[in-house]
């Protein structure tokens, strides 16, 4: 169900506009009544083309501006009066501006109360329309004049609404509901309800959403659109929900599911200033962000200026629920009145200033015209993430990176360049240890500055590199002697295989790291810390275990293979620790 909003001047009649289309007052309180003007958000409904649409009346007085920003932050239309007695107002400039600010692309004009002024005044009135428009996102709207009293121009009005909601489409469906929360109250053994349009996505009764601020865990008990009752509503619906979980819940709350929405208190943002400003944007100053029917106090730091708007840092005394893409208007407590309008760049942006500046460009260079693009853009800017945090940090968008390890992910450009430092930082380990299988996993990581796991992001995704877990080496690395050393096994192979009683590994002339180096190549098995034997003489001693009795002692092991007691007790240590003999008491057992 589309939905239209009101704005315009206070007392230009757009609660008697509402009420001629809709045949319902949308002034509900009874202040409101007393005193001829609106002061909260009203809501009607009415049938055009065919089709059911809800109107949100907004207040126009200067006063409950608030009030207004809250009604027109999820409409597909809108409806701007200005009164053809009056023309072109105060209320109507600002009202504009928030229109303009927040993207509203359709909309109609309506130029109403022709009833109270002459044709001379009309024309005035429409001219001075013209002329405000002409540079703003209201310029192609068409204006219709018109009387609620006498119905004079009702069914053109009614026809132009009709074609502007079918140029605006249905509203898209993104699998994110969320509702921003404009009214909440108790009915008696029902609990607590709360009103608001839903966007973004379809609930059902039963779901299980999160409020915020607080993060308070809700079910949704009934659902209501338009008094009546519902199992499930759609994106671009007036809803009420009967939710559990919680016992109040006030006008700024929001609620979505949890996994889609997270809040900040800092981000990065684009704005464009109102035109009624005499001055620059100042950034010391009173202001209120104000998103969806949220407020939030804030200050600003304004990062760079051009010719069209400014990029600024937001820093909020509260949790703000917001994500990438995010429009909002920025109101001057002071002043009261609103200075300008923006679109949320980063709900988390980096802290130094080299890198947020750096983070503006990448924004710059990329653009966010789409959630996966403000994904690739938050991905760049961050170099790795985990992708859920992508995903609702920039409003459901799907990075394109292919470096990816489980639910994280890379970005491309941070990827290449580790795998440059990584390939520089193996080479180099390769020339200085070349009998080394590869350098060990936790030394690289230590060296490069990462995160042990973040290698892998480069090594399953480079032919050059391989990732054995314990080690990383090159594809085209394979361990190898120089001349000098493989003179010294020689040597040492032929010292080994002159007997069992063999020398000490000390002993053999052979450098510690050519040592180990030959025990990992299984050229040598290492029985003790200095002890080491040919792997064809442990075959002869495990062959010659047969030869024993059944229960031997260290003598008869020593005597049968001819070697000592420095030999033959650490032997049947490492027999045993193979699970080949077993030690009871003095004797051991061949199993």
């Not at 002159?498 to 098995?525: F, I, M, N, T």
Request: proline share 5%; hydrophobic share 40%.
């Amino acid at each position: 169900m589309p939905i239209i909003a009101t704005a315009g001047h206070v007392d230009h009649g757009k609660s008697t506009l509402v009420e001629a289309l809709t045949g319902r007052d949308p002034d509900r309180w009874a202040e409101e009544k007393e005193r001829g003007l609106t002061i909260d958000l009203g809501f009607a409904w009415t049938r055009i083309g065919g089709s059911d649409v809800g109107i949100v009346d907004v207040p126009g007085h200067e006063r409950f501006i608030k009030n207004m920003l809250a009604g027109v932050g999820a409409v597909d239309v809108a409806l701007f009066v200005v009164a053809a007695d009056e023309g072109w107002m105060q209320q109507s400039e600002e009202h504009l501006s928030v229109l303009d600010l927040i993207g509203t692309r359709h909309g109609v004009i309506a130029l109403t109360r022709i009833d109270l002024a002459d044709a001379d005044t009309i024309d005035g009135s429409e001219l001075s329309i013209l002329e405000a428009v002409e540079d703003t996102r209201l310029r192609d709207w068409p204006i219709v004049r018109l009387s609620p009293v006498t119905g004079e121009g009702v069914p053109a009005l009614v026809q132009a609404l009709d074609d502007q909601l079918a140029a605006a489409g249905p509203a898209p469906d993104c699998g994110r509901p969320r509702l921003w929360v404009d009214r909440s109250f108790r009915i008696p053994g029902a609990g607590l309800v709360v009103t608001g349009t839903l966007t973004g996505g379809s609930i059902a009764v039963d779901d299980q959403l999160m409020l915020w601020p607080g993060r308070h865990r809700v079910r949704i008990r009934g659902l209501q659109s338009h008094d009546a009752a519902a199992t499930e509503l759609g994106p671009g619906t007036r809803a009420a929900l009967n939710i559990t979980g919680i016992e109040e819940a006030g006008r700024g709350s929001m609620l979505g599911r949890p996994e889609a929405f997270g809040t900040t208190n800092r981000l990065l943002a684009r704005v464009r200033e109102v035109r009624y400003l005499d001055e620059a944007l100042p950034a010391r100053g009173a202001y209120h962000l104000h998103a969806g029917t949220g407020a939030w106090p804030v200050e600003l730091r304004i990062i760079s200026y051009d010719e069209s708007a400014a990029t600024v840092l937001i820093r909020s005394r509260g949790q703000m629920p917001l994500h990438t893409r995010d429009r909002f208007i920025l109101r001057e407590t002071g002043r009261r009145v609103v200075v300008a309008g923006g679109t949320v760049l980063d709900p988390h942006p980096p802290r130094g200033g080299k890198e947020l500046r750096s983070a503006i460009e990448v924004l710059d260079r990329i653009g966010i015209r789409t959630a996966n693009d403000a994904a690739d853009a938050l991905l760049e800017i961050r170099r790795s993430a985990v992708r859920d945090d992508l995903v609702r940090d920039s409003g459901g968008g799907e990075p394109s990176s292919t470096f990816r390890i489980g639910n994280e992910v890379m970005a491309a450009g941070a990827a290449e360049e580790l795998r440059d430092r990584l390939i520089s930082a193996v080479s180099r380990f390769h020339e200085e240890n070349p009998l080394r299988p590869g350098i060990p996993r936790a030394t690289l990581s230590s060296s490069l500055g990462v995160e042990p796991h973040m290698i892998g992001f480069v090594a399953t995704g480079s032919e050059a590199v391989i990732d054995d877990g314990a080690t990383v080496r090159l594809a085209d690395f394979s361990p190898g002697l120089s001349a000098g050393e493989q003179v010294e096994w020689d040597r040492a192979r032929t010292s080994l295989a002159q007997g069992l009683a063999v020398p000490r590994a000390s002993q053999l002339g052979l450098e510690p790291e050519l040592l180990h180096a030959l025990v990992r190549a299984q050229q040598l098995v290492r029985v003790a810390e200095d002890l080491v034997y040919l792997p064809e003489q442990v075959s002869t001693i495990e062959g010659q275990l047969r030869l024993l009795p059944p229960e031997f002692t260290v003598a008869d092991f020593r005597d049968l293979l001819q070697i000592t007691r420095r030999h033959a007790v650490p032997l049947l240590e490492w027999l045993d620790s193979r699970g080949l003999t077993t030690r009871r008491g003095d004797v051991r057992i061949v199993r």
